[in-house]
């Protein structure tokens, strides 16, 4: 489970943020999972003007992920570390981006984090909490050790050497270090879902269609939706004349797979004809095409207890349905096993006490320089539980809405 996650110069945000989903409370309007000594929430939702920074969080987390993952493959010692600073100030531009997590994988918990810009990770750290005091896992600073590894639970890492601009994280695991391996296999597990095409889906997504297992779950979130369509499935035939496609050799055959839905047809009589196959992605609704999408990584976060980062989950879905998405997390019926949603909303029916603490209501807004700040509704005084808080972030109460001109074409 997420507990922290931090960044500092990253795309809007100019100084740190975090978010903290740690809680001392003993009871909260959803179930609060207890790891260790700690008590964390099962999800957080992100208010905001737009253009206010909401999403660039959630794009904090991938680009981590990206750099500990080495998407990039990092192998060279010219290669370039992807960044994305803050671009407003003089003072970040050539500045570095640092990221910080903290979370909890096998019941125990897990620091790591780094600072580093295009060609240099400056300093890293991973710590484990066997008990209450850490044990560091390795620990290097460039300025101090010449990026050699300062301190280490394990000797057979200070002899390990790496590039100066890659992660000590990724060579650690290739020594079979089991703390690196947890971080790298707990990043895996996470999920980031920006719906914008079929064409940024993964391959393997579909796929699952053909898991009967998987497949019956589908149907089921198909049939709870209540959204018209009887089946989903994967669809494919031959493509006609392939040798006239750019760079296909001569003589290949090759199939074109397509996601169909299933509707009924009925006759003048209202009677059931037969059924009838529409395709996902062009037959469907935006808002049928975005249930799908958003599914897949649902039903894998809640059967695996890992996190979701979901931009925009309200968008093109009925707010019941965007509700019932987020009381899957909420319920420790339905999320057994510690699953984590943490997203980005317009949507302020969720503005609610009954369905979030104070502590899981975040509120982004940019200030006068462009730089982007975060803070959670318990920061904010005086707010008790019988106050509507839709009403009161609409009125401006908390911020983080525009503040709109006349838009009066007679001034133009």
């Known amino acids: 489970m997420l507990i922290q996650f931090s960044a500092r110069n990253f795309k809007s945000f100019k100084d ?73 100030s003089s003072e970040t531009e050539d500045d570095t981006t640092a990221f910080d997590i903290t979370f909890f994988s096998n019941d125990k918990k897990y620091k790591y984090g780094f600072e580093y810009d295009e060609k240099c990770v400056y300093s890293e750290y991973l710590y484990v909490y066997e008990t209450n005091r850490p044990t560091i896992v390795f620990e290097y600073d460039v300025d101090e050790n010449n990026g050699e590894i300062k301190i280490t639970k394990y000797e057979d890492l200070k002899t390990v050497r790496h590039l100066k601009n890659s992660l000590f994280i990724v060579e650690a695991d290739r020594n079979d270090n089991e ?40 149907q089921k979130f198909i049939s709870d939706a209540d959204i018209g369509i009887k089946d989903i499935f994967q669809d494919s035939h031959r493509v006609k004349n392939p040798d006239m496609m750019l760079g296909v050799p001569k003589g ?69 349905l965007t509700q019932k998405i987020l009381s899957l997390f909420n319920n420790r019926d339905s999320n057994p096993n510690g699953a984590q949603l943490i997203f980005t909303s317009q949507d302020t029916n969720l503005l609610n006490q009954n369905l979030f603490d104070k502590e899981q209501i975040w509120f982004v807004e940019k200030d006068k320089y462009g730089s982007s700040h975060i803070a959670s509704l318990s920061e904010y005084k005086n707010v008790r539980k019988e106050h509507k808080i839709e009403r009161n972030y609409i009125m401006g109460k908390y911020g983080a809405i525009p503040y709109l001109g006349d838009f009066n074409f007679e001034e133009l």
């Open 16 to 88: 740190s943020f975090t978010l903290d989903l740690f809680t001392n409370k003993d009871e909260s309007v959803c179930p609060i999972y207890e790891q260790g000594n700690n008590k964390v929430y099962p999800s957080a939702v992100f208010y905001g003007a737009n253009g206010s920074g909401k999403s660039n969080i959630l794009k904090a987390f991938t680009m981590m992920r990206r750099l500990v993952l080495n998407e990039d493959k990092i192998i060279q010692s010219t290669d370039v570390l992807p960044m994305n600073r803050f671009k407003l």
């Open 179 to 218: 703390e690196a391996k947890t971080v790298l296999n707990w990043f895996k597990s996470a999920h980031y879902v920006e719906y914008a095409s079929r064409h940024s889906l993964a391959p393997d997504y579909w796929d699952n269609l053909n898991k009967p297992a998987v497949k019956k779950i589908f």
């Open 252 to 320: 290949a055959i090759l199939e074109e797979v397509s996601v169909k839905t299933l509707h009924s047809k009925f006759n003048s009589e209202n009677e059931y004809l037969e059924d009838e196959k529409f395709n996902l992605f062009e037959d469907e609704s935006l808002g049928t095409q975005k249930y799908f999408y958003v599914i897949g990584p649902v039903i894998d976060t809640l059967q695996k207890g890992t996190v979701l980062f979901l931009d925009e989950l309200d968008a093109s879905l009925h707010p019941i």
